[in-house]
Structures are given as structure tokens and as C-alpha cells.
């Protein structure tokens, strides 16, 4: 049937609208054609499905659709179908469609409904049974797509089935585990010359199964195993497999054993080590101390020079898998120092000493040494322990003594150096020492020797010499002659003469006599005075009416004297130093006839006042009378009461009063007096209870509240103002400041009160601190003001 006969039996079915003369569709109206499978091998039978796609950019709707079926395909026409798929306004749809004789062409057509077409972006499906032909070759589907009879153009090539029955080349491994391996894993990679191949895969007796390069298997067995892999076209044929097979050994030679090294310890500084395995297979990888394993065989040698000191040599053995043993070491020491002599302290000699002979004891620090000693610069020569000298002259001595070890090693000398000196030092020279006589019952020496590092002994009135230092102090001495003596010792132990000092203890003072003095009433204004003591004195002191004592000689003369009483003393110092502690006193009088006087003295003139918080001051100028004797000022804090308390009596220009009290009256009345008992006249000075209150003055007479004011006080950081009329307390203020302003009304403890016509006191008192501490101070004054 020919594709005219085809679209006419279709139109008599109603299954496709009336057709107009062909012609080309609008440009922009293209298809898209394919079909699956693209690959058969000869003769193969199945289903195949060409699919047709309108071009989402075309312009409209195709209904009806055309392929020719190539030569030596045989199509069942009995399995055709045809169907859409929605796209735009077109639904899914099922097309009518028809094969034409002898199997040449497919022709679908869409039903008449509009929405039953194919729309752009819609997929047409025709299927259908049917065998390929038996040549191998590339077979073209020619489709075409109308819209009606205009036919829309193909994007791209017309649909090829290539029928395909030469299998693909074996597969090529790109990479596979070694043989042998220690690894219970495995991966394979490979390829084929056919790109288009896929693979097929199969470990030791298993079925293939799909698999893709690389290829990876895991937990594998110990032993032997293969892996075959073989590669499969798109026309389904397959090559013959790729085999590769190896050995899974994962378990490690044992270790080796060492058969020769060095001894423990040795002076050599070359080794070689010899060692071997159970398994003969094995190589063997070889470490020295902190290198790096590296390959190497038995025996394995180092030519060195190796270093003094521990090395270890490690060997492990690896076999043809890789696997590695456990590592045997053997650890060594190179020894090159010799041995260490040590002198025993107890044999060595002191240095300096005053022995002539020697003898030492010593011991190395390695078993089994031998020794050789040296005295004074001698060839060393073979000796043993201990080994003595004897004779030795004064001087420096040097004796040295080494070790050789069982190894050879000869150690560095072990040297002790001393002086022999048996010449005993001078006898010390003292620079310091008690007078002689001397009253002091203790002495002190200051002694020096010739030579450096001397050692002293002392020794007191023959008592034996015992350790001393310079200076040496003796305490506790009697009365009576001493003698101290000091000798040196030296560093050597040798003794010298003693250096010696005698002196005599004298405590006991002398005692003076007055041998010739004045009558006991004399008419005379002079006097002399003889004197004597009782042993050889050094001074002698007179006081005269109980003047300071001055340095005098027998006989003493006074002149001038007053009428009146006089007393003499005289004391003693001997040459000890030794003072007389009881004077020989002599008293008497003196009567002449004189004109008593009767002339008072000036008074004190410039008398000032100064008074501040706890302090009053009196300063003043004395009179210039020449027998002034002394001021004297009296007390009262009474205004009433004349003063009584004498507080001061003397020659001073001043008095400080530290117990006044501010905010108390206080009067003081100072007079002069002269040596006859004539007293001045006298001075009076009040101090009022209101004397650091400033204002308003005491007993002011005010007609407008006051602002009272008052002297500071250092240190205070408020004030307690109290006001009373009479008896009633009327405030109680705490003011900041030296001041507090009173008004005409106040309120205080809840009462209202005012500036009323009378008389009223005030207090001030000054605070320390947080007013909350009620730190006050002592009164600072007391003052009275009247309101009128």
C-alpha cells in the first residue's frame, strides 16, 4: 500500500482532517527524531520505538508523522501503536497509524480533535515488533513530521539502528594488586578499544555481574585468587574474558635472629652484625640508632668511626609480600673514657701541714683498673694502693695518680697539691690594750700576727691558752695586777711564742680631807681652803655654794663672798680614773654689815596671749634688774577667787598651759622676784569661756537675729550649735562651717519657736568624722547675747 492509499484509508476513518497539496512548513518548524535500540546484532528481535519530538520553538502543531522503515527489517504491523505526550494546549493522545505494504512505511496520523496534535515541546512514540536484517551495517530511519501536508524540517540526523554482530577486543588491565600481596583488598582498572563497551565482572568462581573501572574488592581471603573481566557493546556482544590471578599473604616472616655482633661494652669503634631468618624468602631492612631502615644483607658491617657512648642496632625481615617482622635489637657501648680516680679525703694531707710525710688511698670508678702515681713532677710509674712518701722537705708538694681500664682506656690524672711548713710564726703583736692603772673591771686586745691565716690562742693570769679572736674582751677582773698573753698558730699546725701585757685593776676611789678652812663665822669675804687624798691622785674638783665642780689645786681661794651661808666641797679622781663619790664638805658664814634691799623688780613687760583649740600661750620680756631670781605666774578659774596654783616658777619667757580647757574662764597673774624674795607687780591676763567665739561679742545687745560666727577647728568636718533662753534648750544645729545664721522663727524637736526679747547662751562643740559617729570634740566655747 502506498503511502496515498494509506492517508486516504486513515481520512475515510475520520482519523485525519481533509489534507491541502504538500508544501514546506513555516521557518522554525523543525523536529527532533530518534530510536531505540540503536544497536542489534543480526537478525535480533525485539521491540523498537522511533520517537519524533516538535521543536519547542515551532510555530504550531503537527497531526500526522511519516517513516520509512530501511531495507531488510521486517516490521510486525499488528504491534504498531503511535502516542503523544501533553505539551501546550495538546493533551495525550493515541494517533492512528498504518504500515504499508510490503513494509516499507510507517504512517500515524492524529485524531481530529485540535488538542489530540502534537504541540511544540510534545514527543510523538511510534512502536512496534520487529527482527533485524542479517548484514552488519548502519540502517537510516527516514522520518518526517507534517503539519497537515506541510512538512516540518529535521534538526540533526535521521534515526540509525547499526546491526552488529562482531563481539568487542578483550579488556585491557590499566592496574591490579601485586602478586604477591599483603593487602586483604584489592582494586583492578581497565579499558577496552570499543569506547563504547561496557563491562562485565567476576572474582574467582563467582557469576559476572555489571561493573565499571576501577573495580574494588575488600576482606579478602589469605590465599590465591582471580579476577576476570570482559567487555559487552551496545549490540549486546561480548568479548572473551581478561583473567589475572595472585596471592593474598598477610602474614609476617618472624623476626630474625642476631648470630654475631660486638660485645656489651667494647673501645672499638667499628661493628658487624650477622643475622638470618626462618624464612628463607625474606630480605632484610637494617637500622642503626636513630637512621632510618634501609635495605641490607648478612653480615652488615659499619666502619664507623662510630661515636663514644649506647647504640642500638635494629634488623627486621620482609617478605616477597611486604610484610614486615618484628624488629631485633641489640644494644652496645662504646667506651672511651678512661676511668676516674678518686683520692680518699681521709689520706689526703692538710694543706698547709706540718708533717713531712704522706701516705694516699684511692679507688677508680671501673672494676679491674690498674694504677700509676707521680710525686712532684716524677715519671708516672706502676703502683698500688695505698702508697706512702716520707721525708718530705718544706714546701709545695704535688702528687698525681691515674687508671688505666681492662679496655685500655687510660683516664686523666687525679691530683692533690699541699704545702709542708714546719716553721712556727712570730709572737703576735698587740696594738691595743687597758690602760695601766685602770678602773675598768674589763679589758679588750687588739693583736695582729706577721702572716695571714693565723689562729689565736689567749690566755689570762696563767690560766692555759684557749681560742681566740681579735680583739679578745675579759670581763669580770678583780682588783689587782693581770697579765694576758697571746700566741699564734698557723695554717700548718705549727705554734709560736706568746706576745704579752700586764696592767692593774683599780675600782676603789680615793678619799679627800679638807686639811685648813675658814672659821666657822667669818667677818672676811674671802676664803682659802688646803685639801689632801688618801693615795696618788691624777685631778681634784671644787664647788663652791653648789656651783658645777671645776678643776682646782690645794690651796683654793674665793673672794667677793656674799654675807650669808657658804659650803665648800672638794672630791678626788685618781689615776685610775677613779672619782670620789661622797666630797669632802665644809660649811660657814659670812657677816659683814650690809644695807638690806628692799627694791622690787620691774614687772614683765610685752605679756601676749594666744589660745586656740585646746592651747593657751603666755609670752613675755623679762625686766632687766640684775638680781632678777625668777617669774612666777599663778592660776585661777575662778572669776571670783584670787589665783592659787603656781604653775610656773622660774626664769622662762613663756608658759604653755596644757591643761586648758576651752570654753571655761581662766586667770592668770604673773609677777617678777629678785634675789632678796622683792616681788614685782603683777600682771593679770583673763581668758573668757567666750574667747573663739567671734561673734556677736559676749553680751551683745542685738535687735535682729544674730549670725554667729567662731574659730575653725583643724580636722573638723562639722559643728553641734546649742541654744538655750534661761533653761530651756530652744536648738540643736550641726553646721558644716565656723558659722550658722539665725532667723527670726525656727522649728526644732517638732516645736515652733522665735527670736523673742531676752537673754540667751549659746555652745559650740566641733565634730570628727560621719556626723553619724557623734565624734565630738571638747567644748570650743560658751558666749551670751540679749535680744531686745
Not at 523543525?30 to 542489534?40: D, F, H, N
Not at 709545695?396 to 687508671?403: K, L, N, S, Y
Not at 679622781?573 to 677613779?578: E, I, Q, R, S
Request: hydrophobic share 40%.
Amino acid at each position: 500500500m502506498t503511502r496515498r492509499v494509506a492517508l486516504c484509508l486513515l481520512l475515510g476513518l475520520g482519523l485525519l482532517p481533509t489534507l491541502v497539496a504538500s508544501a514546506q512548513s513555516a521557518p522554525g518548524d523543525r523536529y527532533l527524531a530518534s530510536i531505540a535500540p540503536s544497536a542489534v546484532q543480526p537478525l535480533w528481535s525485539g521491540v523498537y520505538s522511533v520517537v519524533i519530538t516538535n521543536r519547542a520553538g515551532s510555530t504550531q502543531a503537527a497531526n500526522n508523522a511519516h517513516v520509512v522503515v530501511p531495507s531488510g527489517f521486517v516490521l510486525d504491523g499488528a504491534s504498531l501503536s503511535a502516542t503523544t505526550s501533553s505539551a501546550g494546549s495538546c493533551t495525550a493522545a493515541s494517533w492512528g497509524v498504518v504500515l504499508t505494504s510490503p513494509s516499507s512505511t510507517i504512517d500515524a496520523v492524529a485524531p481530529p480533535e485540535p488538542a489530540s496534535a502534537l504541540c511544540p515541546g510534545g514527543r510523538l512514540t511510534i512502536s512496534f515488533a520487529g527482527s533485524s536484517p542479517s548484514v552488519e551495517a548502519g540502517y537510516t530511519w527516514t522520518t518526517t513530521l507534517f503539519r497537515d501536508s506541510s512538512s516540518f524540517e529535521i534538526q540533526g540526523s535521521q534515526p540509525m539502528v547499526t546491526v552488529d554482530g562482531t563481539p568487542p577486543a578483550p579488556p585491557t588491565l590499566t592496574s591490579e594488586p601485586s602478586d604477591p600481596a599483603n593487602s586483604s583488598a584489592a582494586s583492578f582498572g581497565f579499558s577496552d578499544a570499543d569506547p563504547t563497551a561496557s563491562f562485565r565482572c567476576r572474582l574467582d568462581g563467582g557469576n559476572f555481574s555489571a561493573c565499571a573501572s576501577p573495580k574494588a574488592y575488600a576482606g579478602l581471603a589469605e590465599g590465591a585468587h582471580t579476577f576476570a573481566v570482559k567487555a559487552i557493546d551496545p549490540a549486546g556482544n561480548e568479548s572473551t574474558a581478561t583473567f589475572y590471578s595472585w596471592t593474598i599473604d598477610v602474614t609476617p616472616p618472624p623476626a630474625p635472629t642476631i648470630i654475631s655482633k660486638p660485645p656489651s661494652v667494647t673501645a672499638a669503634t667499628s661493628a658487624s652484625f650477622s643475622f638470618a631468618d626462618a624464612d628463607s624468602s625474606a630480605s632484610f631492612l637494617c637500622r642503626l640508632d636513630s637512621t632510618a631502615f634501609s635495605a641490607c644483607t648478612s653480615p652488615q658491617s659499619y666502619a664507623g668511626p662510630l661515636a663514644a657512648g649506647s647504640h642500638t642496632f635494629r634488623v627486621k625481615a620482609r617478605d616477597p609480600a611486604a610484610n614486615e617482622s618484628a624488629v631485633t635489637s641489640y644494644a652496645w657501648t662504646i667506651d672511651l673514657t678512661g676511668p676516674v680516680v678518686t683520692i680518699d679525703p681521709a689520706t689526703e694531707p692538710s694543706d698547709p701541714t706540718n708533717q713531712t710525710s704522706a701516705a694516699f688511698a684511692f679507688t677508680a670508678n671501673k672494676a679491674g683498673s690498674t694504677f700509676e702515681c707521680t710525686l712532684d713532677g716524677a715519671g708516672f710509674s706502676a703502683c698500688g694502693t695505698p702508697i706512702a712518701y716520707s721525708a718530705l722537705s718544706d714546701g709545695t708538694h704535688r702528687f698525681a695518680v691515674r687508671a688505666t681500664d681492662p679496655l685500655g682506656n687510660t683516664g686523666l690524672p687525679t691530683v692533690w697539691e699541699w704545702t709542708v711548713d714546719t716553721v712556727p710564726p712570730s709572737a703576735p703583736s698587740i696594738s691595743s690594750a687597758p690602760g695601766n692603772p685602770t678602773n675598768e673591771p674589763s679589758a679588750s686586745f687588739v693583736f695582729s700576727g706577721a702572716e695571714p691565716g693565723l689562729a689565736y690562742g689567749c690566755q689570762l693570769d696563767g690560766d692555759g691558752f684557749s681560742p681566740c679572736t681579735s680583739p679578745a674582751v675579759e670581763s669580770g677582773l678583780a682588783d689587782g695586777a693581770h697579765a694576758f698573753a697571746v700566741r699564734a698558730r698557723d695554717a700548718a699546725g705549727n705554734t709560736g711564742p706568746a706576745g704579752d701585757y700586764e696592767w692593774v685593776v683599780d675600782t676603789v676611789p680615793p678619799v679627800t680631807t679638807i686639811t685648813s678652812e675658814p672659821a666657822a663665822v667669818s667677818a672676811s669675804a674671802s676664803a682659802s681652803f688646803a685639801f689632801a687624798s688618801s693615795e696618788a691622785v691624777s685631778s681634784f674638783g671644787c664647788s663652791l655654794d653648789g656651783g658645777a665642780f671645776v678643776a682646782c689645786t690645794s690651796p683654793q681661794a674665793y673672794e667677793g663672798l656674799r654675807d650669808g651661808g657658804h659650803t665648800f666641797q672638794v672630791r678626788a679622781t685618781d689615776l685610775a680614773g677613779n672619782a670620789e663619790a661622797t666630797p669632802a664638805v665644809y660649811s660657814w658664814q659670812v657677816a659683814t654689815v650690809l644695807t638690806p634691799d628692799t627694791t622690787p623688780p620691774g614687772q614683765v613687760q610685752g605679756v601676749k596671749r594666744s589660745v586656740g583649740y585646746r592651747l593657751l600661750k603666755l609670752t613675755w620680756s623679762l625686766p632687766r634688774d640684775p638680781d632678777l631670781a625668777a617669774v612666777r605666774v599663778v592660776r585661777s578659774r575662778s572669776p571670783k577667787s584670787a589665783a592659787q596654783s603656781v604653775v610656773l616658777d622660774g626664769k622662762g619667757t613663756g608658759y604653755v598651759d596644757k591643761r586648758f580647757q576651752n570654753g571655761a574662764y581662766y586667770r592668770y597673774e604673773i609677777r617678777s622676784y629678785d634675789a632678796s624674795g622683792n616681788a614685782s607687780r603683777r600682771v593679770s591676763v583673763v581668758v573668757p569661756p567666750s574667747v573663739l567665739l567671734r561673734a556677736p561679742r559676749e553680751g551683745a545687745v542685738l535687735r535682729a537675729p544674730p549670725r554667729l560666727l567662731w574659730v575653725g577647728v583643724p580636722g573638723a568636718t562639722y559643728y553641734n550649735v546649742q541654744l538655750y533662753r534661761g533653761s530651756q534648750k530652744l536648738l540643736s544645729a550641726w553646721p558644716a562651717k565656723a558659722k550658722l545664721s539665725m532667723r527670726s522663727t525656727w522649728t526644732y524637736q517638732g516645736r515652733r519657736f522665735r527670736l523673742e526679747k531676752g537673754l540667751y547662751r549659746w555652745w559650740v562643740w566641733p565634730g570628727f568624722g560621719p556626723r553619724s559617729k557623734a565624734a565630738y570634740g571638747q567644748l570650743l566655747g560658751t558666749s551670751t547675747f540679749v535680744v531686745r
